[in-house]
């Protein structure tokens, strides 16, 4: 039962690690290789996403406006968690530094325990 069990295991991790690899791509990919802009009268809006280009090279799809507020608040959501998880690793290294007792070990007191005498000789 317990062989089973941690074959499943391994098997499990191997499709894991995989599928991440795949994921990780496919989002390096669709975010690099699909960036295009929609061109609007008093403003431009640029994003990325899968689409076929026309015979220039621009996009020839529209999107609602529901959908430009949707890439707007998520675009806000991007920025507020990134600067949500500095301030959050900052402040975990400040207090890592300064709350933390901290023992320290001098090399004179390691020579010290040394034991420097000579093997006996036979």
Avoid at 40 to 57: E, K, R, V, W
Avoid at 86 to 91: I, N
Avoid at 96 to 103: A, K, L, N
Avoid at 113 to 119: D, E, F, G
């Amino acid at each position: 039962m317990r062989q089973n069990r941690e074959r499943v295991k391994s098997i499990c991790n191997a499709i894991a690690k995989y599928l991440l690899v795949v994921l990780f791509v496919s989002y390096y990919v669709g975010g690099t290789a699909f960036t295009h802009t929609h061109y609007f009268p008093t403003y431009s809006i640029t994003h990325s996403h899968p689409f076929l280009p026309g015979a220039d090279g621009l996009p020839h799809h529209s999107h609602s406006s529901s959908a430009f507020n949707t890439i707007q608040e998520l675009d806000d959501l991007l920025v507020e968690a990134a600067a949500f998880f500095f301030a959050l690793a900052t402040a975990w290294v400040l207090l890592s530094v300064f709350i933390q007792e901290h023992r320290y070990i001098t090399s004179v007191r390691l020579v010290r325990n040394l034991s420097l005498r000579a093997p006996p000789l036979y």
